[in-house]
DNA sequence: CAGTATCCCTCAAGATACTG
DNA sequence: CAGTATCTTGAGGGATACTG
């Protein structure tokens, strides 16, 4: 058991979607889940966290359909956590902080990992927010219309 | 006091930015100041969470040059808290998780707020990746290159 | 109004042992 | 190997009183 039920049912699309990922942990198993982590053991190693927590984690990924799980794909009797299509539409989450990341929580000179495209092996392009129009939409340009319920 | 240091200097970008975003206030925080809000009564009505916490966090938020102290736009004494460009650049990860979550935590039928253009009025497009000949970027497409330090 | 100072408590997280 | 079961800890968060 966990997480903070009231935000739930929050009427913001946001502060539902951090019921499940408003966490130091599931964006880090996501991340994984894209690096083509699929076991139990490879997310536990890599993260180095606790078992139980793990579990715990990957049981609401799974109950939220972010994961599923599958047969695995070696002969082994075991299962394996692979991304469902509405995990793998996390991307641009998992994108948008790495680029952020990337941008302003490294000093000067200091090196990390990048996102390159496996076709090019050039680095990804910034997420950009385009208009209709095709020009870009910056946050200035853009507000939260309220819809009654 | 609080948050886990050990994700501060963690080599990947990911793991970085979730030592400031990674709970369930700052990303709440940081949509109210992309909402408009400004001073600290008007996050703390809007959000109902303990004063000392909102404290704690935008004191965190204005060292890590997210949001910046200014001098109230109305006449009075007291200080706002206004976006820096850093904290403007996390447009698209605010972005990102509306938009997954209009998508998946929605029942059908289950009304909720829409991010629209100010311009058109239209519904905002979806975050989208392209790559460099233009196409789009799915996940598959990309992969993390490490960097030795 | 915009915080700070205390106190308290729950629960997320860790450690470890155990099981199919 | 992939978990579950237990126990413990500590930090994240809440409530409230106080201050410039």
Redesign the pocket.
Known sequence: ????ESLRADPCPMARTLYILG???SLLIIRDAFDGKR????FQRSLG?????L?E???LLVEEEILQMVP?SDG?T????ALTRKGEELFPIIVAFRQWGESHMYRKGERHSVLVERATGKPVKRLELRAHDGSPLNHGDAFVKKLKA
């Open positions: 058991m966990a997480k903070q966490d130091r942990w076991r139990f053991g490879d966290m606790a078992k139980n927590i579990a984690r990957l049981k695995a082994s075991y299962q394996e956590y």
